[in-house]
């Protein structure tokens, strides 16, 4: 168990639709990552927040936003849903800036 | 072009020793890191290696560190079927978020 906590495990939606994951990090973490991993994609970085800012975009759709909230958890609202956007997504959680990365087990979107 | 590659399948025999590589093209990567992932799990980190050495070993597992080459490759002794996963290189230059490969498929014949 890596600390990071992520709900929900498993969503299944429908296309048009908005849902929001959710990353609580390890205890002490002041960054959050998130990442999209598909089959055809591998693990692509979306964004990165360090103590409630956001600090590094990487291949995040405008429909996609995230936040860090002041206890640190992050959310990840992902909107106007596709069907490509099904895959699985990760949390991770680190205690400074791009230190070693500590991963969720992720969420597995299925848009239908 | 990708700035981590690795092969994507590798099958070894059970006791067998296994070496997954791995290449990347930033010279400028200060910190590589080796992960794996399980059937239905999350990344659990491995191990990781700073760009100022050349090899880290902790118990089964070698990492290897050729800087001028950009080559990393990570080497597990008397390998076992619970190894049998994906194993994700990665990147860092310090300052940035890390960069995948796409994994390597470790199979482990019994």
């Known amino acids: 168990d890596s600390g990071v906590t992520q709900t929900p495990k498993h969503l299944i939606t429908a296309t048009g639709q908005r849902v929001t994951l959710r990353c609580s990090p390890r205890s002490g973490d002041l960054s959050v990552y998130w990442y999209q991993q598909s089959l055809d994609q591998g693990l692509q970085f979306l964004i990165q927040?360090?103590?409630?800012?956001?600090?590094a975009k990487g291949n995040i759709l405008e429909r996609f936003s995230a936040q860090q909230f002041p206890d640190l958890h992050s959310e990840l609202n992902l909107s106007s849903l596709e069907l490509g956007d099904s895959a699985l997504y990760f949390c991770a959680s680190s205690p400074g800036m791009n230190t070693e990365a500590f991963f969720g087990q992720g969420t597995r979107l299925t848009v239908v | 072009g990708e700035d981590v590659e690795q092969s994507l399948f590798l099958s070894v025999r059970e006791g067998d020793s296994s070496v997954i590589n791995c290449t990347y093209t930033?010279?400028?990567?200060?910190?590589l890191y080796w992960y794996k992932q399980e059937p239905g799990a999350g990344l659990q980190l491995l191990t990781y290696?700073?760009?100022?050495?050349d090899m880290k070993q902790d118990q089964r597992l070698t990492v290897l560190l050729n800087k001028k080459d950009k080559h990393l490759s990570l080497r597990i002794a008397d390998t076992q079927t619970g190894d049998s996963a994906i194993y994700f290189c990665a990147e860092s230059k310090g300052n940035t978020p890390l960069v995948f490969g796409k994994g390597t498929r470790l199979s482990v014949i019994a």
């Open positions: 927040y360090y103590n409630g800012e956001e600090r």
């Open positions: 290696i700073f760009s100022n050495m």
């Open positions: 930033d010279s400028s990567s200060t910190y």
